[in-house]
């Protein structure tokens, strides 16, 4: 990486198990692999299910309703592209389907983030036609 460089963020590279993913983050829908034959639901895109190794796996879209399970507020930004943006919160949250994510938190002070914290999706666009998963403090309930 030249220096120019260390001031750009990183974008995703969507590859033939992924594509379908980023796709559905694009239209505002995180999906999930579903398992017809052992009930399993996968984040991370995979060929087969981990669980059982099945190959027919189905995409549904998860509700984007998750709680933090753990998280760090950032104070020192890992590299140029990242210091407008300190303070930021890194989540790892636990989805209402069941798997577990790495994302960030939006829309709010960091430090008004705390375990067990109901949050909600947002593909938030962040330029040249690419969005990413982040996620923000969720709303009263409908």
């Known amino acids: 990486m030249n ?9 995703p590279m969507p590859d033939a198990d992924s594509d ?8 505002g829908k995180l999906l999930l692999q579903h398992c017809p034959a ?3 639901v996968q984040l991370y895109q995979q ?4 669980e059982c ?3 027919r796996l189905e995409h549904r879209a998860a509700s984007g309703r998750a709680k933090v399970h753990s998280f760090s507020v950032v104070h020192r930004a890992p590299g ?16 209402e ?4 994510m790495i994302s960030s938190f939006i829309g709010a002070d960091p430090s008004a983030v705390t375990f067990d914290m109901a949050v909600e999706l947002v593909c938030e666009p962040v330029g040249g036609g690419v969005s990413l998963p982040r996620f923000r403090a969720a ?4």
């Open 3 to 11: 220096l120019k460089d260390a001031h750009l963020k990183p974008q």
């Open 20 to 27: 379908i993913y980023w796709r559905g983050i694009q239209e």
């Open 38 to 40: 052992c009930g399993h």
């Open 47 to 50: 060929a087969i299910c981990r």
């Open 53 to 55: 190794g099945s190959e």
């Open 80 to 95: 140029p592209a990242f210091k407008q943006d300190t303070p930021y919160a890194v989540l790892l949250v636990e989805l």
């Open 97 to 100: 389907e069941g798997p577990r």
């Open 139 to 142: 709303g009263p309930p409908a």
